[in-house]
């Protein structure tokens, strides 16, 4: 093994893979025509469902589920990547990547503090990552207090990922706005522009998909079309971040208590709370904007998910030289199966 810090060394090799393929580590062209496709189908049936509505409910239902897989797919593949700077080397296309997000109800720079900063750097980490944060409703760690209620988490857990999207546009990000915190860490002085941002979009979000609906289609027709996609949305969202973290292979460790610092390095810490899941299926991996490559993504945040299937080779044969587990289930529902014996282990212990 090698005298060099695992850390170290995986960026050595991913640097010469880039300059042995002379290639930026950004996004390009297939990236670019997949968000065109993304964004224009989202328009498209956004506009039929809410000005041109079928009379058919089975249809409309379909719509708003399409609706709601669209607007998880532009999360994974446009906002994520623009988000981490990795969309484009132009900074105001990946500014304008990013900002995808807070028109379809969340905020890019809540998110930024919330994913970029607190959970690529304590991941898996109770009091720290607001991403395993899901009580009282779900126990994913031996940290958190356990709940009678949580005997049965492994069947109602749908319920609780359903109703993330809501969660999260409607409660969350006001909730960080006015606290200023996410868990246990302050967020940045948010500037007055990120202010007028902030309000603004939200607002936007309640026009395009609450006041015009309604005013289009009805209430009940609203209630039910813009229940079922962020029911749907909610699900989607939950379901890749679950599957990359809190499953039987990775490990929720905890904080020094002297120095209150990551006790692995820090690439070894990102190894062994993230899993990867069904690599090897394209149609996952293009929708999922290679999320399902979670720990390519941990290892190199500022890289499009374009590269991760490349990446993944250089990161097993380095995992392996340096004796390091590297954490997969070659089928999604293999990683399905785990995801829920984690959560029958965390309801019962």
């Keep these: 093994m090698s005298t060099i810090s695992l850390t170290a060394e995986l960026r050595k090799r991913t640097s010469d893979y880039f300059v042995s393929i002379k290639s930026k580590p950004t996004g390009d062209i297939h990236l670019y025509l997949k968000a ?35 607007t998880s797919a532009i999360g994974f593949n446009i906002m994520h990547d623009g988000a981490h700077g990795s969309f484009s080397n132009q900074k105001i296309v990946n500014q304008m990547a990013a900002i995808s997000l807070n028109v379809l109800g969340a905020n890019v720079f809540m998110w930024k503090t919330k994913h970029n900063i607190v959970h690529h750097t304590y991941t898996n980490i109770e009091g720290m990552d607001d991403d395993i944060d899901l009580k009282p409703f779900l126990r994913l760690c031996h940290s958190q207090k356990r709940y009678g209620i949580h005997k049965f988490q492994y069947l109602y857990f749908w ?10 546009v409607f409660f969350s990000d006001y909730n960080k706005y006015f606290t200023r915190k996410i ?4 967020i ?7 202010h007028f941002s902030f309000w603004g979009f939200k607002i936007l979000h309640l026009f395009l998909f609450i006041f015009i609906p309604i005013y289009s289609c009805g209430f009940l027709a609203w209630l039910v079309g813009f229940l079922t996609y962020g029911f749907f ?4 969202l939950s379901t890749v ?5 809190t499953v039987e292979a990775t490990q929720f460790p905890l904080l020094n208590k002297i120095t209150g610092k ?6 070894i810490h990102q190894l062994r709370t993230t899993a990867n899941f069904a690599t090897k299926n394209k149609l996952i991996s293009w929708f999922t904007g290679g999320l399902n490559f979670q720990i390519e993504h941990h290892l190199f945040p500022y890289i499009s998910h374009i590269h991760y299937p490349a990446l993944s080779t250089i990161v097993r044969q380095v995992c392996k ?24 282990e965390m309801g019962r212990s």
């Design 36 to 70: 065109l496709i993304l964004i224009s189908s989202f328009i498209f049936f956004y506009i039929h469902v809410v000005f041109f509505t079928s009379p058919y409910l089975i249809v409309s239902l379909l719509e708003c589920l399409i609706l709601g897989a669209l």
């Design 159 to 168: 319920m609780a990922y359903s109703l993330f999207y809501f969660f999260w």
């Design 183 to 186: 868990g246990e860490m302050q």
């Design 188 to 194: 940045l002085k948010i500037s007055l522009l990120e």
């Design 233 to 236: 949305a909610g699900i989607v």
């Design 241 to 245: 971040f679950q599957l990359a973290h």
């Design 262 to 267: 990551v006790e692995d390095e820090w690439a």
């Design 321 to 344: 030289e340096y004796n390091i587990v590297y954490n997969e289930y070659p089928k999604m529902r293999l990683a399905m199966a785990s995801h829920i014996s984690h959560l029958k």
